[in-house]
């Protein structure tokens, strides 16, 4: 089975390496996958439902959310393509813990749990892929944190750019922002005006562009500094 989803850490071509134009190479979980396909909006799987597959983007982002105990809506990660697997949190849970919900059109390779763990007992180069998926997820998950953390506003938006931005796009200058600032102001725990004041300071300070539903990246260094704190005051 040849595949054109070459982020996918079970992608005959490695994880980071060159891609090859033009060509499509071998799925190593031939058995295992199925193309889907989602619009924005629709759920790829819900908060209990049984745990059956996991999924790989190939473009599109995805939200993952979980029910807060009054009822809301809590995003509390986000899958996108290059690295990140949709339900990779629930691989040996009998149920999702959370559900997965497109943000964007998504195009994405559905990997049945039962037919990728027997592949993985079978072939040891398999395994490592896996661990390599579960490690970049748990640097995503580290990165998530350190948005919504101690950090000050301007840090927290700039870090949740960075996370909802693939990083094999971050050269790559204008992206469709797929949430709102309002959804921005309720992951990182802000108000909405406070969200939107300090994208207009980054605006002005020739840091980033961003019109409603777009956002443009002038500077990338900039924006990372200002991640890291590392970036004078936003006045």
């Known amino acids: 089975m040849t595949c054109g989803n070459c982020g996918c850490p079970f992608h005959e071509l490695k994880p980071g390496g060159d891609i090859l134009a033009g060509r499509d190479l071998a799925c190593l979980v031939p058995d295992a996958v199925r193309q889907v396909r989602f619009r924005a909006g629709e759920t790829l799987f ?3 439902d049984p745990s059956t597959s996991l999924y790989s983007l190939s473009s599109g982002l995805v939200k993952i959310t979980s029910l807060t105990p009054d009822g809301r ?4 990660g986000l899958s996108t393509p290059c690295s990140l697997l949709a339900g990779l949190q629930s691989l040996n849970d009998d149920s999702y813990e959370y559900s997965a919900i ?3 059109h998504v195009e994405a390779c559905r990997i049945q749990h039962r037919d990728l763990l027997r592949a993985v ?7 490592l892929r896996l661990i390599a998926a579960m490690n970049a997820q748990l640097a ?4 998530l944190m350190r948005a919504m953390g101690q950090k000050c506003a301007a840090a927290k938006i700039a870090t949740l750019i960075g996370v909802i931005i ?3 796009e971050h050269r790559r200058s204008r992206y469709t922002l797929p949430f709102s600032r309002n959804e921005i102001a309720n992951i990182l725990g802000l108000s909405e005006e406070t969200v939107c004041r300090q994208m207009a300071k980054m605006k002005r300070r ?3 562009y961003a019109p409603r539903g777009k956002i443009e990246i002038l500077d990338w260094d900039r924006l990372e500094a200002v991640a890291r704190e590392d970036y004078p005051a936003l006045a």
Request: charged share 15%; net charge negative.
């Open 206 to 208: 020739g840091i980033l």
């Open 140 to 143: 995503h998950s580290r990165d």
């Open 166 to 168: 693939p990083h094999c």
């Open 102 to 104: 497109a943000e964007t």
């Open 121 to 127: 007992n079978g072939h040891g180069g398999i395994a």
């Open 73 to 76: 809506e809590q995003i509390v």
């Open 46 to 48: 819900s908060q209990g």
